[in-house]
C-alpha cells in the first residue's frame, strides 16, 4: 500500500488563483516527519517544509501554507494568489520512526501544477 | 557552495555494461541516499547509508550496489544493467536521517537500451 498518496496528478490554474495541493499519508507510528518538495521545470529538488507529528500548528510561509490533520492523515499545501512561477510538480513526503524503517523517507507520486498567465 | 554533485548527467548504456554514478556532498553530513523518479510513481528510495561502511536497501534496492567508503562520497554501482532502470536517479544528503531535510544533487538521466 501507498504510504503517501497525492491523488491530484496535474492541476491546471490561472494566475492569482488559489490552490490547494492534496497529501494523505498512512503510518501506525506515532512520531513521524511530513516534508514538502518542490520540482521545477528546471528539474532540481527544492526543500519546502517539514513538520513533525506532535505539530499540529498550521503554518504559512508568504503565499504557502500548510495545514495538517491527523485525524484525517493529511498534510496539504495551499499556495495563494498562484504565480507563473510556482508551476512545478509537489512531492510529499514521509519519515517514520520505527526502527527497521528510521532512515527510509517514502514520496508521493507527485502533483504537477501548472499555473497559466 | 554546498552542495550536492551527481556525474554523469546524462548518460546512455547498453544492458549488461557496468557502470557507476558519482555522488559527492560537502556539508559534511552523515546520511546519503539514492532515488530514482519515474513518472507516475514519484521518487523511490534505492539505498541509502547513515555513516561511514554503514548503508541499508530502501524500497527498490534490486540489481542496484552503493559503498560508503568516505563521508562525502556515496556511489551507485549498476553491475548489470537494464533497460527497466532507465530513470532519472537523484542523490540526496541530510545532517541525519530520519526526520530531517534532504538536499538533493541535480539528477542523472539514465538510459539503458
Known amino acids: 500500500a501507498q504510504k503517501v498518496t497525492q491523488a491530484q496528478t496535474e492541476i491546471s490554474v490561472v494566475e492569482k488563483e488559489d490552490v490547494t495541493l492534496d497529501c494523505v499519508y498512512e503510518?501506525?507510528?506515532?512520531?513521524?516527519?511530513l516534508f514538502w518538495y518542490k520540482q521545477p521545470p528546471s528539474g532540481e529538488l527544492v526543500f519546502l517544509i517539514r513538520?513533525?507529528?506532535?505539530?499540529?500548528q498550521n503554518e504559512i510561509s508568504g503565499r504557502y501554507s500548510w495545514n495538517f490533520q491527523k485525524s484525517t492523515s493529511s498534510f496539504n499545501f495551499t499556495i495563494t494568489a498562484s504565480q507563473v512561477v510556482d508551476s512545478a510538480v509537489y512531492f510529499c513526503?514521509?519519515?517514520?520512526?520505527?526502527?527497521?524503517?528510521?532512515?527510509?523517507?517514502?514520496f508521493g507520486s507527485g502533483t504537477k501544477l501548472n499555473v497559466k498567465p | 557552495e554546498a552542495q550536492v554533485t551527481q556525474n554523469p548527467r546524462y548518460l546512455i548504456t547498453v544492458t549488461g555494461k557496468k557502470l557507476t554514478v558519482t555522488c559527492s556532498q560537502n556539508?559534511?553530513?552523515?546520511?546519503m541516499s539514492w532515488y530514482r523518479q519515474d513518472p507516475g510513481l514519484g521518487l523511490r528510495q534505492i539505498y541509502y547509508?547513515?555513516?561511514?561502511?554503514?548503508?541499508d536497501k530502501g524500497d527498490v534496492p534490486e540489481g542496484y550496489k552503493v559503498s560508503r567508503k568516505e563521508k562525502r562520497n556515496f556511489p551507485l554501482i549498476l553491475e548489470s544493467p537494464s533497460p527497466n532502470q532507465t530513470s532519472l536517479y537523484f542523490c540526496?544528503?541530510?545532517?541525519?536521517?530520519?526526520?530531517?531535510?534532504?538536499?538533493f544533487g541535480p539528477g542523472t538521466r539514465l538510459t539503458v537500451t
Open positions: 540526496a544528503s541530510s545532517i541525519q536521517g530520519h526526520g530531517y531535510e534532504q538536499y
Open positions: 503510518t501506525r507510528d506515532t512520531t513521524y516527519y
Open positions: 513538520r513533525n507529528s506532535f505539530d499540529e
Open positions: 513526503a514521509l519519515s517514520e520512526a520505527r526502527l527497521y524503517n528510521f532512515n527510509k523517507f517514502y
Open positions: 556539508m559534511n553530513h552523515e546520511y
Open positions: 547509508s547513515m555513516n561511514v561502511e554503514v548503508t
